[in-house]
């Protein structure tokens, strides 16, 4: 059987994210691209030929049926998520939400419960649990091999002086700031590892001219084990600090850089190239205590295994590879985040 896809917005995330994994995996087909924009539109039958190019979500789903189509992938800005995915939903399709999943806690609830009324699988496209850092350290948590965790320390820093996407600059309500886009990696990937949050405390800054949300943001989680998470985002960082700095009971980790896949697929590094996902800088991590350190190579990055088991999910009803509920407990954690710290500039 051959999941008859159709990627709704070809951007960054539709064209170099979505589509590439989809193209090169037999268990699918990219049947059509929904996007009004002529430049997209040509870059999407050049990347797929023969692709069914639509300009609008609604008369792709009015030409589903004929089109045979099986599974909505959603890949544009946060804003139009529920309403896109709950319409492709009730169109009777499976749908991937690219993250954040929503922008409310109410709108994941209820495209969850939409999604189990209308028996279809609901997913969220958390790519980063599977940063080749992440893998490793994920195995090296779960294995024991730093004792009980104390502190996780993750950075996503950047140096960005002008955002590039209007949406972006947007105030929080849309789904715009940082904490919705990075965020939405970083506070996931610190509840698969140390689970529920109990507490939090954040600083929500926005530091670059003119208005917008977030650009330059901490925060803080106390997780129901025991452990504690310090968070970094920012587009106004000139030295990056460590991706991963982990402190255990029994051993350290710290690695260096961010996962190369997503620069090398927008630099034109083919999804079925062994070479992604592979480090050539910062390839190994730092593990062990003072004196004793040993290097550990990190895994490589393997975004191809989300869509993998998507597949599994649609044609044996297996779990999905992201449980949705997962994403939507990180959206109802950021809405807290931003009730309870609202953005400001700082003085000066």
């Known amino acids: 059987m051959s999941i008859r896809t159709a990627i709704v917005g070809y951007g960054l995330g539709g064209r170099y994210f979505h589509a590439p994994f989809l193209a090169a995996d037999p268990s699918f087909t990219v049947a059509a691209v929904v996007t009004g924009d002529p430049d997209r539109a040509a870059a999407a039958r050049a990347d797929h030929p023969g692709v069914e190019v639509v ?3 609604d ?5 589903a049926g004929d089109l045979g189509l099986d599974l909505a992938v959603v890949s544009t800005p946060p804003a139009r998520h529920a309403e896109q995915a709950g319409a492709a939903l009730e169109a009777g399709l499976h ?4 993250k954040p999943v929503t922008v409310t806690g109410e709108e994941g609830r209820g495209l969850v419960a939409l999604a189990e009324r209308a028996g279809r699988v609901l997913t969220a496209y958390q790519n ?31 140096r960005k002086p002008a955002e590039s996407k209007a949406w972006k600059a947007g105030p929080p309500g849309t789904g715009a700031g940082l904490l919705y886009d990075l965020g939405a990696h ?23 001219a003119g208005g917008g949300s977030d650009d330059d943001t901490f925060v803080a989680l106390q997780h129901a084990g025991g452990a504690v998470s310090h968070l970094w985002m920012s587009a106004v960082v000139a030295q990056p600090g460590p991706r991963f ?46 004196g004793e350190e040993r290097r ?15 597949a599994q999910a649609v044609t044996t009803g297996a779990p999905p590879p992201v449980d949705p509920r997962d994403s939507v407990a990180v959206i109802e954690l950021i809405e807290r985040i931003h009730r309870e710290f609202p953005v400001r500039r700082p003085r000066g």
């Open 95 to 98: 749908v991937v939400v690219d």
């Open 296 to 310: 550990m190579p990190l895994e490589r990055g393997d975004y191809g295994a989300f869509y993998r088991g998507v």
């Open 186 to 208: 970083l506070l996931d990937q610190a509840v698969q590892l140390l689970g529920p949050v109990e507490d939090v405390y954040a600083e929500l800054l926005h530091r670059r």
């Open 55 to 57: 300009p609008d979500l």
């Open 245 to 290: 700095r982990v402190v255990g009971s029994e051993a350290g980790f710290t690695s260096w850089g961010l996962d190369p896949t997503e620069t090398q697929l927008t630099t034109g590094t083919a999804s079925t190239d062994p070479r992604l996902g592979v480090r050539e800088e910062d390839a190994d991590a730092l593990v062990g205590v003072e």
């Open 59 to 63: 008369r792709l789903l009015a030409r």
């Open 128 to 158: 980063r649990r599977w940063d080749g850092d992440f893998l490793t350290l994920r195995s090296l948590v779960e294995a024991g091999g730093l004792g009980a965790v104390l502190r996780l320390e993750s950075r996503f820093e950047r």
